[in-house]
């Protein structure tokens, strides 16, 4: 296995670091890999809850694709409402497209699921599989910002290309970028083509049974589903579109 990082909170819970190294096996099926990802989301969660400041009483928004929506983002939400903190999780869930253009890559929006906030200071939680050149979460959190402006935010994810964080950190004002928290695993230094090695195992589409870019926009995460019913029936608003 090529050479890897692991930052203090891999090294002192020695099950982040087993389930982060665990997760780049390409010999572990589709079932067992949500599972560890579902596993990791808890693990994060577990460091972010004693850093989310007391003076913040506001939401806490998870923000994510729709692939990681059933997985990481759903351990991040379990352990969020262990924590007692339920009632304030705000879910914003993003399809992207992935567009190259010459050198230049972008992740259009093309749909979202929200649910209202409500007021006082929030803080977000932007999580995702793995963060290399950072255009996805760019994007998703620029979307975010466009809807509340919260005194904290959470980058959060098993897996970091080296450099992500200057890169991310460079995308926004210094008066955002600030606001940056980077929770992690493991960083690594290696790319071949797209992936990340060893990364998170490859395609995290094809490692979580979604298949191309084209399926994983089709899918409706049962996370979003569950929780538009539960707001329905408690008559907070929601919007899908």
């Avoid at 930052?7 to 020695?14: E, F, Q, Y």
């Avoid at 990481?72 to 190259?100: F, P, Y």
Wanted: some cysteine; aromatic content about 8%.
């Amino acid at each position: 296995m090529t050479a890897r990082e692991y930052t203090a909170i891999a090294n002192r819970d020695a099950e982040a670091r087993r389930l982060v190294d665990e997760v780049a096996d390409p010999g572990v099926d589709v079932s067992s890999y949500r599972e560890l990802m579902r596993r990791m989301g808890r693990k994060l969660a577990q460091a972010i809850v004693p850093q989310i400041h007391t003076s913040v009483a506001g939401d806490v928004f998870v923000v994510c694709t729709v692939e990681d929506a059933d997985f990481l983002a759903r351990g991040v939400i379990d352990e969020l409402s262990d924590a007692q903190m339920g009632s304030r999780v705000r879910l914003i869930c993003l399809w992207n497209e992935k567009v190259r253009e010459g050198a230049v890559s972008l992740s259009p929006i093309i749909k979202q699921y929200k649910e209202q906030s409500q007021a006082g200071a929030a803080a977000f939680i932007v999580v995702k599989s793995i963060i290399s050149g950072a255009c996805v979460v760019k994007t998703n959190l620029t979307r975010a910002l466009s809807y509340q402006n919260p005194a904290q935010v959470f980058v959060a994810s098993p897996v970091l290309l080296s450099g992500a964080q200057e890169r991310l950190a460079a995308e926004f004002p210094p008066e955002i970028s600030a606001k940056f928290e980077y929770v992690w695993f493991a960083t690594d230094s290696d790319k071949q083509g797209e992936n990340v090695l060893p990364g998170i195992g490859g395609s995290v589409y094809e490692r979580l049974g979604f298949g191309d870019e084209c399926e994983k926009n089709k899918y409706v995460p049962e996370i979003v589903k569950e929780r538009r019913r539960s707001h329905s029936t408690n008559n907070q608003q929601t919007s899908f579109a």
